[in-house]
Antibody
Framework: QVQLQESGPGLVKPSGTLSLTCAVSGGSISSSNWWSWVRQSPGKGLEWIGEIYHSGSDNYNPSLKSRVTISVDKSTNQFSLKLNSVTAADTAVYYC???????????????WGQGTTVTVSS | QSVLTQPPSASGTPGQWVTISCSGSSSNIGSNTVSWYQHLPGAAPKLVIYSNNQRPSGVPDRFSGSESGTSASLAVSGLQSEDEADYYCAAWDDSLNNVVFGGGTKLTVL
């Protein structure tokens, strides 16, 4: 059974870079699925950040695209999120999730990490 | 302002049947399938419906989904106290080239 676990600093300074890693266990990151990041700011709804495939193909939320990079490391079965020039508005719980695909069809975000809280503050 | 529109709240008494709507456009719901997520405070979101009307293994058959045109709905029958949560719809948007979520609906079991 695939499990995901986020890790990274819980506190980032304004204008700095938020860096998180998601470890995939119980399955290969090189499967047919894509791998996503989603966040929830305090008092707000879910916001999709972006996704990556093991080949390196990616898609990003247009509202964050200029500041976001998602990468994959097949050797360690992990994928990562980098968000630069952060402000207080980037304070949120960040989740990694598996975007299940079967023969190209999207079947939803079916496995989620527990989430990690990142606060942007000096 | 979310690309997909959901009512902010819904409620029902135990045993009742409740529906939550999700309205989109031709570039998202109109051309791609919808998934629904249950989000309890302090927990990770959980997929309860995918491909408009399919339930993942382990999700009770009290949960069902439907889609018509540019709208979708989540129905919960036989409402139970444990169903009290926030529910989000989501779909791929061909114009934005990303996954879009609804603003979420807080389901209260009275």
């Amino acid at each position: 059974q695939v499990q995901l676990q986020e890790s990274g600093p819980g506190l980032v300074k304004p204008s700095g870079t938020l860096s998180l890693t998601c470890a995939v266990s119980g399955g290969s990151i090189s499967s047919s699925n894509w791998w996503s990041w989603v966040r929830q700011s305090p008092g707000k709804g879910l916001e999709w950040i972006g996704e990556i495939y093991h080949s390196g193909s990616d898609n990003y939320n247009p509202s964050l695209k200029s500041r976001v990079t998602i990468s994959v490391d097949k050797s360690t079965n992990q994928f990562s999120l980098k968000l630069n020039s952060v402000t207080a508005a980037d304070t949120a719980v960040y989740y990694c999730a598996r975007n299940r695909r079967v023969q190209g069809s999207r079947l939803g975000l079916d496995v989620w990490g527990q989430g990690t809280t990142v606060t942007v503050s000096s | 302002q979310s690309v997909l529109t959901q009512p902010p709240s819904a409620s029902g008494t135990p045993g009742q049947w409740v529906t939550i709507s999700c309205s989109g456009s031709s570039s998202n719901i109109g051309s791609n399938t919808v998934s629904w997520y249950q989000h309890l405070p302090g927990a990770a979101p959980k997929l309860v419906i995918y491909s408009n009307n399919q339930r993942p293994s382990g999700v009770p058959d009290r949960f069902s989904g439907s889609e018509s045109g540019t709208s979708a709905s989540l129905a919960v029958s036989g409402l139970q106290s444990e169903d009290e949560a926030d529910y989000y719809c989501a779909a791929w948007d061909d114009s934005l080239n990303n996954v879009v979520f609804g603003g979420g609906t807080k389901l209260t079991v009275l």
